[in-house]
């Protein structure tokens, strides 16, 4: 399997664009989840799906972020618009227990997203 | 709610082991986790501790006292390829989601 498969790497935009962040879990795998990594805070997660369908949305920073995942291979997170302190680098993660249990989440490679 | 603290930088050398300690205050527990990352990458699952004692993978093991409200990660026989992030997450009961700490960065020396 190819793991987790999040794009693009990296995302330089200007504040007040729209960002639009994507993700392919394994396959298999019934949990998705949008985790977002700052210096400050740690990895936060922000929305978490169970077989497609939204779980838990209560760590969505607010209104201006959005996640869907329309099938069982694919997830996006957008930010419309994007601000400068949305800045940090978001992970997508799949696990096919809620927890992780004793297979713990795997973690794509990261957007490293930059709002100027 | 969850508070996890564990310290925030620690250097050892190539060859030694290290202990990395965690305290938490939960609501609730169903597990606790590690995960080791490295700059600039994802992190990577290491363990799952739900019973008390000392579970052994390798070079690395991890303990957990649920009483204390404590773990550790300890790491034999040191290799520069360590060098990295080490970060305790908990489980807590009837929430069905984990909370990751801030983690501790481990420098290896030579």
């Known amino acids: 399997d190819a793991g987790v498969i999040q794009s693009p790497r990296h995302e330089v935009t200007e504040m007040g664009q729209e960002v639009t962040l994507r993700c392919k879990p394994i396959?298999?795998?019934?949990?998705l989840f949008w985790y977002r990594q700052t210096m400050m805070r740690g990895l936060e997660l922000l929305i978490y799906?169970?077989?497609?369908?939204?779980?838990?949305d209560s760590g969505m920073p607010e209104d201006r972020f959005s996640a869907k995942m329309p099938n069982a291979s694919f997830s996006t997170l957008k930010i419309q618009p994007s601000e400068p302190r949305d800045s940090a680098v978001y992970f997508c993660?799949?696990?096919?227990?809620?927890?992780?249990?004793?297979?713990?989440?795997?973690f794509g490679s990261g957007t490293r997203l930059t709002v100027v | 709610g969850q508070n996890i603290d564990q310290p925030t930088e620690m250097t050892a050398t190539e060859g030694a082991i290290v202990q990395i300690n965690c305290t938490y205050q939960?609501?609730?527990?169903?597990?606790l986790f590690w995960y080791q990352q490295h700059a600039g990458e994802a992190p990577t699952f290491l363990s799952y501790?739900?019973?008390?004692g000392l579970e052994e993978k390798g070079r690395f093991s991890s303990f957990l006292s649920r009483s204390k409200g404590y773990s550790y990660l300890l790491l034999k026989e040191l290799q520069m390829k360590d060098s990295a992030s080490y970060l305790c997450?908990?489980?807590?009961?009837?929430?069905?989601?984990?909370?990751f700490g801030i983690g501790t960065k481990l420098q290896v020396i030579p």
């Open positions: 993660a799949s696990s096919p227990v809620v927890t992780g249990g004793g297979y713990g989440y795997t």
């Open positions: 396959s298999g795998h019934d949990y």
């Open positions: 799906f169970n077989n497609n369908v939204p779980i838990d």
């Open positions: 939960t609501s609730g527990f169903n597990g």
């Open positions: 501790n739900v019973l008390d």
């Open positions: 997450v908990v489980n807590s009961g009837g929430y069905q989601k984990v909370t």
